[in-house]
């Protein structure tokens, strides 16, 4: 009679399991991105969860509040993370499902380790780096989240229905898909602004003085936003139909973000939370499945 006890399971099965544990990260994690994924077809919805899954997991790292999780075991995780990451790149397997199913992503659409190294530099940062000059924080914004942007267009461009000559769209796309991450990452750092600087002690804004936000900060940080939302608009009208309706929608969500954080109060952005409703992130869904613009 044989046994079945200890033995391997069919690799098909370790990789359904491990990207059915990316997506139970992001629908715990973020509403908005769960319900803009949905609108991307497959097999680009699974590839975009499994690149979000790893950014999270590493974020969680590096935020998780616990006064008793001290700088040097975060350290610690983040570098077991990262070898863990570029050893799954190389062979396709890992023990972690999330790093797991990342890594069958990156291997399948072409995620490049030159793209990985600033994620895990910008994470790295978080746990030394109190405030930043202009330069420590663009070049933040740019690992933490314009790569991301990237990672997620690879998958957009390996698409069943992308064009030919990937590599070529990949390069006029990239200033657009930067600057949506860009200003993604910049509203959360508004809408974050109180618990970034007296939970995490941290400053993000160059030359923001966090105790005296007013609206001329406020306005000053959203131009720039606008104008990061303006660029990544201008190229979504070219990108594969089984991803342009989630990102339009994912677009919209974030300018409704902006538009609702330039009427809070300083106040207001100090002290509260701003959202956008989900009766009103369905309604954004539904017009981008009707082809409204960004």
Same mark, same amino acid.
């Given at each position: ?17 491990? =990207? ?10 973020? %509403? %908005? ?33 616990? @006064?008793?999780? &001290?700088? %040097? ?38 995620? =490049? ?8 530099? $910008?994470?790295?940062?978080?746990? &030394?780096?109190? $405030? ?5 924080? =663009?070049?933040?914004?740019? +690992?933490?989240?314009?790569?991301? +942007? ?43 602004? $109180? ?27 959203? &131009?720039?936003? &606008? ?8 190229? #979504?009208?070219?990108? @594969?139909?089984? %991803? ?11 300018? =409704? ?18 959202? #956008?409703?989900? @009766? ?10 009707? +082809? +409204?613009?960004?």
């Amino acid at each position: 009679m044989t046994l079945f006890v200890g033995r391997s399971a069919p690799r098909s099965l370790y990789d359904t399991v491990s =990207e059915a544990s990316s997506a139970v990260v992001i629908r715990e994690y973020s %509403s %908005s991105f769960g319900l803009a994924s949905r609108l991307l077809g497959e097999p680009v919805r699974t590839q975009v969860r499994n690149v979000y899954a790893l950014v999270r997991v590493a974020d969680e790292i590096v935020d998780n509040p616990d @006064p008793t999780l &001290d700088r %040097s075991a975060r350290a610690t995780m983040l570098d077991w993370l990262e070898g863990d990451v570029a050893h799954a790149m190389r062979t396709g397997y890992s023990g972690n499902l999330v790093v797991h199913a990342f890594a069958r992503t990156a291997i399948a659409v072409g995620i =490049e380790p030159a793209i990985v190294t600033p994620f895990f530099t $910008s994470m790295r940062t978080d746990l &030394d780096t109190r $405030s930043h000059t202009q330069e420590s924080f =663009e070049r933040y914004v740019y +690992g933490s989240a314009e790569v991301v +942007g990237l990672m997620c267009l690879r998958a957009f461009l390996a698409a069943p229905d992308a064009p030919p000559d990937p590599d070529a769209h990949y390069e006029r796309l990239t200033p657009g898909a930067r600057s949506l991450g860009a200003a993604f990452q910049k509203l959360n750092f508004v809408r974050d602004l $109180s618990d970034d600087h007296d939970l995490l002690r941290r400053d993000y804004f160059p030359g923001l003085d966090v105790e005296t936000f007013c609206e001329a900060d406020r306005d000053r940080i959203l &131009d720039d936003v &606008d104008a990061d939302l303006r660029a990544a608009a201008a190229v #979504v009208p070219e990108l @594969p139909p089984s %991803s342009r309706r989630a990102v339009r929608a994912a677009h919209a969500t974030f300018a =409704e973000l902006a538009q609702r954080l330039r009427a809070a109060t300083p106040d207001e952005i100090r002290h509260t939370r701003v959202r #956008v409703p989900t @009766p009103v992130k369905l309604r954004l869904a539904a017009s981008s499945l009707r +082809g +409204g613009r960004p």
